[in-house]
């Protein structure tokens, strides 16, 4: 059992937690993953667009974690910062690896209990073709507009993320701007 402050407290800080689940601690392994499920989910849906997806690209970066807990270098980053880059590696993973299929609202109708169903499917209209601009992006680029705009994330986060340079982050950012104002002119010419 993971003990802190001479086995007075339990602590579940998640760099001590680490250090026991380099050692091999089960206990903390549990505890870290609770720490860190909630903002890797809500990252891994943004990047993925899909909540199922998802749960399986965090459910596989818990799983390199354990696997891996042995290379973390907490001289290097935090664990979250560190684990963050694993979610993300595994969400572009998984995005390179689906296939596309049609989206339920396109195949199916459904009834609806909403008081205004015609400004309602101007949300989703609008929410789809975001989503589908989104799509079209190469995965870098989504992971970086997902992780600044969706997660409030740094240059300097988003740069350890990817693996790369703030300034490299500043130009995929810039690109999926651009692809994005162009994927959705139209809805920007609707909404005015």
């Not at 380099?22 to 667009?49: H, M, N, W």
């Not at 690209?57 to 390199?64: C, M, P, R, Y």
């Not at 390179?96 to 459904?110: S, T, Y």
């Not at 209990?113 to 799509?135: F, K, T, W």
Request: aromatic share 4%; with cysteine; hydrophobic share 45%.
């Amino acid at each position: 059992m993971l003990q802190v402050n001479r086995g007075a407290e339990r602590s579940d800080e998640p760099g001590v937690l680490m250090v026991a689940v380099q050692s091999g601690d089960e206990d903390a392994f549990r505890l870290l993953t609770r720490r860190l499920y909630g903002p890797a989910i809500g990252l891994a849906t943004k990047v993925l667009g899909d909540r199922t997806e998802a749960e399986d690209a965090v459910q596989a970066a818990l799983v390199k974690l354990w696997r891996q807990a042995a290379s973390f270098d907490a001289g290097k980053a935090k664990v979250e910062t560190w684990f963050r880059r694993i979610v993300v590696n595994a969400c572009i993973d998984r995005k390179r690896a689906l296939r596309p299929v049609q989206p339920l609202e396109l195949v199916a109708e459904r009834a609806s209990d909403d008081p205004d169903p015609e400004v309602l499917a101007g949300q989703s209209a609008r929410s789809r073709r975001i989503a589908e601009a989104m799509a079209h992006l190469p995965a870098r680029q989504r992971t970086a507009i997902a992780l600044f705009y969706g997660e409030g994330a740094t240059m300097n986060e988003i740069a350890e993320a990817l693996e790369t340079t703030p300034k490299a982050v500043e130009g995929l950012l810039a690109r999926a701007r651009v692809e994005l104002a162009e994927r959705l002119r139209s809805l920007a010419e609707e909404v005015m």
